[in-house]
């Protein structure tokens, strides 16, 4: 699979295509409700700019693996491999169900922390895949949990779903798109029905999600998050804060120079690749979600 992802088709496909069929939907919706969802759009840009930059070409260099960050100490990986895509399809995938489901969040707790949100559990989602994948590793004698490396949004994904779910606990929802099954259990069936449908896919990525959504309308990550907030009420009020152009640009501009560095810096990908010497990995799983609620 590294191999397919060097050679995928990124630049255009139908994949992208379609991602652009859904975003004009998407932003017609919002134009008629007057509306624009900061969050949403702003996390859409982001994933759309990683894969089309340098690094979108070398995933090997962004993917998350349980070796690259215990041993190789390459902690920017905890934050970079939920922002980049295998493929097209999988961009479209994980985008599509995205943009509504971040719609409905940002209506809900409001653009700043939707975004504050999103930052959170795409580090903690991937420092969940390293606990999940070296505790593997320990109990099978496997090495194959540490050497897996995966890319993908649908592990942050998955932990919004959790999220949804729990703010619109009732009624039913499609699974795969034709079966209605109870919303309180459809994460839980997508994690097996996508796994046995789609072997390439993480199934520890999304395990990961959904545990960092549990951890979240459970309490405790909750409440870790919400503590640089004194009342409930400045949480709704950090988007007038947070994603002000004198606090959102720096955080902006930060990843921008992740995605594309100056020429002095151009080593630095070279540098973490050259690192793991003999010790490559042996597979880049994908981490997908073909379903939205």
Not at 35 to 47: D, H, I, K, S
Not at 104 to 120: C, D, K, N, P, W
Not at 164 to 184: D, E, N
Request: aromatic fraction near 16%; charge should be positive.
């Amino acid at each position: 699979q590294q191999a397919a992802c060097k050679m995928r088709s990124r630049r255009g496909g139908f994949g992208l295509f379609l991602l652009g069929i859904q975003l004009f939907q998407f932003f017609q919706h919002i134009s008629q409700q007057n509306e624009f969802p900061v969050a949403t759009v702003g996390v859409l840009a982001v994933n759309l700019l990683a894969f089309f930059s340098e690094y979108g070409e070398r995933l090997e260099q962004t993917c998350i693996s349980a070796w690259h960050v215990l041993y190789g100490k390459q902690w920017q990986r905890l934050l970079l491999a939920s922002y980049f895509h295998a493929h097209d399809h999988h961009l479209y995938y994980n985008m599509a169900s995205f943009m509504w489901k971040a719609l409905t969040l940002e209506r809900h707790f409001g653009s700043g922390y939707l975004f504050y949100m999103i930052a959170v559990f795409s580090v903690v989602t991937n420092v969940v895949y390293v606990a999940i994948s070296f505790f593997m590793a320990k109990l099978t004698e496997d090495p194959s949990y540490m050497s897996t490396c995966a890319v993908g949004f649908s592990g942050v994904l998955f932990a919004l779903k959790v999220v949804t779910t729990h703010i619109q606990p009732y009624g039913m929802a499609s699974l795969m798109g034709f079966i209605s099954v109870p919303v309180k259990m459809v994460v839980w069936l997508e994690l097996v029905f996508i796994s046995v449908l789609f072997p390439n896919v993480s199934f520890v990525g999304h395990l990961a999600g959904i545990l960092v959504g549990v951890a979240y309308v459970s309490g405790p990550l909750k409440t870790l998050m919400d503590l640089p907030f004194s009342l409930g009420a400045r949480c709704k009020m950090i988007g007038t804060t947070f994603l002000s152009l004198k606090t959102f640009t720096p955080y902006f501009l930060l990843f921008i120079l992740l995605l594309y560095p100056p020429s002095n810096l151009g080593s630095l990908g070279y540098y973490g690749s050259a690192y793991l010497g003999t010790r490559r990995t042996k597979k880049v799983h994908v981490c997908c979600s073909t379903n939205w609620l």
